[in-house]
């Protein structure tokens, strides 16, 4: 792995790492990551740095739906306009263009589920483009972003040992 | 009436770290830098294979060489990682636990009066080993002005050149060290010079950081006078599935293979099936684990340089092996323990030659190993 590759896989498992501990970590001079992360910054490859939050152990209610948009193209439109318009919604968490049965598949979050519902029939639905809308609310989480919910494993290891 | 015990189980010490041990486990809340074993488990795929065989009922002996397909896996595995060529028919023999293939191979080779040196610091079943087998243990103690290699002077030193057998390990547990070819060959110089049959315990030989790993048996004149062991526990984090493999030239393997069909018959079955698996699709899990340690080990090392301990890089295994902060690390490793709640283990549990260093694991998440460091931090600033 080189240095680069090294950082962001660093960066990756845990966004909370200070400048001196990645160097320690990756084995680089601090200046060096400083800089490394400067560049990805600038050229936009590192796009943002977030925390994985399990709701639900807050007890706070997070209403969360993967929507399914059907969109039909011209030849003034392209799925990129169509994604420059749903993208800018704050409520809008993931667009992702995708391959199959449908055209985007789009990830929205919100306090409430008449919250989520409304945003979807009023903002999203009467787009032109938009064809069809199918929604599903999410029911339960297990892992995000690869980090697992459980309770995790114990560590069932002696204490100390040869 | 009182069973009355031999006088071998009489006069066998117990091992140091069952002391440590037992402080730890009567303490809360600790963070231990004490595990001789990887933090992972094994690879799913290893797991599942396990499962999958007990599911079709694979649970009877399996040949007491161990099953050939895993032994062929062996023989293509260590020739491609490290240019081992043995053969799977008489060659290699597959064990419980390298612990196992190093107790065989004392027995088969040592006779009542030979002499067993031993590399030191060293894990702490070889000396026991030697003594069950009748023979008499000869510390060879390795230097911290030398990063704890084997070298020739100090086999000189110590009296090597008279013993019959010559037990070493790199990467090394519990010091981290580990050796380059260059650096073996003065030691397989002095081996053919003196006719020593060298057992070399190669377990962690995946988990070296700094150069590939290079077995003493590959060295000109070394095959056919060297054992060398290796197993699943430290590179697949299989350790409570107990499997090793013990390589050598035929005779031994046989003999050893005597000793085994009477007290083992066969290694366990269903690990057999594990590591078939993780030879054939494990390698990526295995460099994973591997990118792990390192990250820890360049963490763990400079902070102890941060903190003033003095610390030689180790470059292999997933142990460092610190200068104690005290004269005394018994005294320390207990201090530490008691005020901080962080286990590190006293480096005279694997011998003499450990006495005033501390073994310190980094098989631990990287979350508590930078808590473990900030413990120590706020112990020495006291």
């Known amino acids: ?162 | 009436m009182t069973i009355e015990l031999s006088e071998r189980a009489r006069t066998i010490p117990p091992s140091g770290i069952r002391r440590f041990f037992e402080l730890a486990e009567q303490q809360e809340d600790i963070i231990s830098l004490g595990v001789g074993e990887p933090d992972f488990s094994a690879p799913w795929s290893a797991r599942e294979a396990a499962i999958a065989s007990l599911e079709a009922g694979k649970t009877s002996y399996t040949a007491n060489r161990g099953k050939l397909e895993l032994r062929e896996a062996i023989a293509a595995h260590v020739d491609d990682h490290f240019d081992l060529a043995y053969d799977p028919d008489d060659e290699i023999l597959v064990t419980t636990g390298v612990s196992e293939a190093v107790d065989l191979a004392l027995r088969a080779i040592v006779d009542p009066g030979d002499t067993v040196a031993v590399a030191q610091p060293a894990y702490i079943s070889y000396v026991p080993g030697a003594i069950f087998a009748g023979g008499d243990p000869l510390p060879v103690v390795t230097r911290r002005e030398d990063e704890f290699k084997l070298t020739r002077d100090v086999l000189e030193d110590s009296g090597a050149a008279g013993a019959d057998v010559l037990v070493m390990n790199y990467p090394n547990n519990p010091t981290g060290a580990t050796m380059t070819r260059e650096e073996l060959e003065p030691v397989a110089e002095f081996a053919r010079e003196h006719e020593l049959t060298v057992l070399s315990d190669e377990v962690y030989a995946r988990l070296s950081y700094e150069h590939d790993h290079t077995s003493i048996a590959t060295l000109p004149g070394m095959r056919e006078r060297t054992i060398v062991f290796n197993g699943f526990s430290k590179a697949y984090a299989m350790t409570g599935l107990r499997l090793g493999y013990a390589m050598g030239p035929p005779e031994v393997i046989s003999a050893m293979n005597r000793i085994h069909q009477y007290t083992m018959l066969s290694a366990p079955t269903t690990p057999q099936y594990a590591a078939i698996e993780a030879i054939e699709s494990c390698d990526d899990e295995v460099a994973e684990m591997r990118e792990q340690y390192n990250r820890r080990r360049r963490f763990v090392l400079s902070r102890f340089e941060e903190l003033g301990i003095d610390c030689f890089p180790a470059s292999g295994a997933f142990y460092a092996f610190p200068e104690s902060p005290w004269d005394e690390s018994d005294a320390f490793a207990e201090a530490l323990l008691e005020e901080e709640g962080v286990a590190v283990v006293p480096g005279t549990v694997f011998g003499e030659a450990g006495a005033g260093h501390l073994r310190v694991s980094y098989a631990t998440g990287l979350g508590e190993l930078r808590e473990a460091m900030r413990r120590l931090e706020s112990f020495l600033s006291r």
């Open chain 1, 1 to 162: 792995m080189n240095s680069r590759d090294e950082l962001l896989a660093l960066l990756s498992e845990n966004a909370r790492y200070s400048t001196a501990e990645l160097a320690r970590l990756a084995d680089m001079d601090e200046d060096v990551v400083e800089e490394e992360i400067a560049e990805l910054e600038a050229k936009g490859a590192l796009r943002g740095y977030q925390a994985v939050v399990d709701w639900d152990e807050l007890d706070r209610e997070r209403v969360r739906a993967s929507v399914e948009l059907n969109v039909t193209l011209d030849r003034e439109t392209s799925y990129g306009d169509i994604a420059d318009r749903i993208a800018k919604f704050p409520e809008v968490t993931t667009l992702r263009l995708m391959s199959g049965d449908y055209d985007f598949l789009m990830e929205v979050e919100g306090d409430s589920m008449s919250e989520v519902s409304w945003f979807i029939s009023e903002k999203i639905a009467p787009i032109p483009e938009i064809t069809q809308t199918v929604t599903h609310y999410v029911m339960d989480a297990y892992k995000e972003n690869g980090i697992e919910f459980g309770d995790g494993d114990d560590d069932d290891r002696l204490s100390v040992s040869p």
